[in-house]
């Protein structure tokens, strides 16, 4: 079990540099230091299973998040997501999406259930949001101007459980 979360992490930290932060003291008591609404599994609507959203409880200045896309004619693509206190910037979104160079995109804002990062000079998307919705559900954007007028994308999840491991994972507890 070891093998995946020791490449990811490796991967992680080899890729986004400055991955590893202090935590940031907590503002307002009304005001979350960290969007941990999204900490679990997603499974992405209307999707192949297996597509959706993992990320990890935020803990040491990290939260670490994967998301995969399956489709039917069997191709698929991926994305590794890190939010991560940035002691010039605050919380900052960093994405390494497959075939893609990394991005970051800076907190614009946070309640206790909505984030949105935003990068103008990416090229698109250039903002990033998740909101949490009533029954377990969990909705994803990204949303920019790119070449046009202003497009928004948006994916809704619900809650699953966290599979332990996957279908041909030969080193199962």
């Known amino acids: 079990m070891c093998r995946f ?10 890729t986004l540099p400055g991955a590893v932060g ?18 679990g599994c997603w499974q992405a609507d209307d999707a192949l299973p297996g597509s ?20 039917a004619d069997g191709r698929s693509s991926h994305e590794f997501l890190l939010i991560r206190q940035d002691a010039a910037h605050g919380l900052v979104l960093e994405a390494l999406p497959s075939g893609q160079a990394a991005a970051r995109f800076a907190l614009e804002s946070l309640s206790p259930d909505e984030v949105v ?4 000079a990416h090229d698109f998307p ?3 949001g998740y909101r949490r919705e009533a029954g377990n559900r969990l909705l994803a954007w990204i949303e920019g101007d790119g070449d046009g007028p202003v497009r928004r994308i948006e994916f809704p999840m619900h809650a699953v459980a966290c599979p332990r491991s996957g279908a041909g994972d030969r080193h199962r507890p």
């Open 5 to 14: 979360a020791c490449r990811l992490s490796a991967l992680l930290l080899a």
């Open 117 to 120: 990062f935003g990068n103008p």
């Open 22 to 39: 202090h935590l940031a003291a907590s503002g307002p008591s009304d005001r979350p230091a960290w969007p941990a609404f999204m900490a």
């Open 52 to 71: 959706g959203e993992h990320w990890m409880a935020p803990a040491g200045g990290l939260m670490p998040g994967m998301a995969r896309t399956l489709r």
């Open 126 to 128: 250039q903002r990033i």
